[in-house]
C-alpha cells in the first residue's frame, strides 16, 4: 500500500461513512479496515486508529511488529486471537493488547461479521 506523506496535524472530526474500506495486505478473505486516524489523513504522530469488520472465515495471517504497540478492542462478534502460537477465543467488549515482538493473528470463527477497534503506536515501523 503506498502511504501518502504526512500532513501537518490538526484537530479532525471525520464521518467514518466518508472513509473507504481497505483490505491490507495478509488481510484474507474479507478482512476489510477503515482507516481513520493516520499521519496523512490528520497528521496523527503516534497513532493508526481504525476500525475493521472481519467476514466469517476471514483473517489476518500471524506476523509481529518489531517496534509498534496494538489494542484491539472487540467491538461485535466472536473470533480466535492468536498471541505467540497460543489461540483464546475473544467475544464482544475483550480488549486485546500486543507488544512489540508478539507473534498474533486473528481469525473470525464467529457466525457473524466481527468488529473491532485497532490502536498502534506509533503509526509506521
Known sequence: MNRKKAVE???TIRAAA???WDEMPAHIGGAYS???V???SCGSRSIDYRV???QPRAYVEPHRHRIQEQVYHILDGEALMELDGERSVVRK???IFIPPGVE????NTGMTDLRFIVVTS???E
Open 38 to 40: 493516520r499521519p496523512e
Open 52 to 54: 475493521s469488520v472481519y
Open 18 to 20: 466518508s472513509v473507504m
Open 34 to 36: 477503515k482507516l481513520l
Open 93 to 95: 467488549d475483550d480488549v
Open 122 to 124: 506509533p503509526a509506521d
Open 104 to 107: 498474533h493473528a486473528i481469525y
Open 9 to 11: 496535524p490538526k484537530a
